[in-house]
């Protein structure tokens, strides 16, 4: 079992920035690739960020290409996304995930964190 929870998330106007944070806790942290998800009301859940077991590899979606950076602390055990140059569309409640594998589809990741909310006005 792995048990995740994300903070960090909160109220910011567009162009501004946000870091969420996903604290791990069970088994090794560095096991597994982690993820960041979001939905936004009335969507699906979408892939955002993934980041391999070491760090070495990370992916994102082509909407936060340039904006966005995922990082890991494998001491800290816990995973990050800087969010950068926000928009009103990147509006939704955020979820870490983590995966024994390296993928961006939400099927692939066994354990979830409760969400976080970003929020962001125009």
């Known amino acids: 079992q792995v048990q995740l929870v994300e903070s960090g998330g909160g109220s910011v106007q567009a162009g501004g920035s946000l870091r969420l944070s996903c604290a791990a806790s069970?088994?090794?942290?560095?096991?597994?690739?982690m993820g960041w998800f979001r939905q936004a009301p009335g969507k699906e859940r979408e892939f955002v960020a993934t980041?391999?077991?070491?760090?070495?590899?990370?992916s994102y979606a082509d909407f936060v290409k340039g904006r966005f950076t995922i990082s890991r602390d494998n001491v800290k055990n816990t995973v990050y996304l800087q969010m950068n140059s926000l928009k009103p569309e990147d509006t939704a409640i955020y979820y870490c995930?983590?995966?024994?594998?390296?993928?961006?589809?939400?099927?692939?990741?066994?354990?979830w964190g409760q969400g976080t909310q970003v929020t962001v006005s125009s």
């Open positions: 069970g088994r090794t942290f560095s096991s597994y690739a």
């Open positions: 980041i391999s077991r070491s760090g070495g590899m990370t």
């Open positions: 995930a983590a995966a024994l594998g390296y993928g961006s589809t939400w099927w692939e990741y066994s354990y």
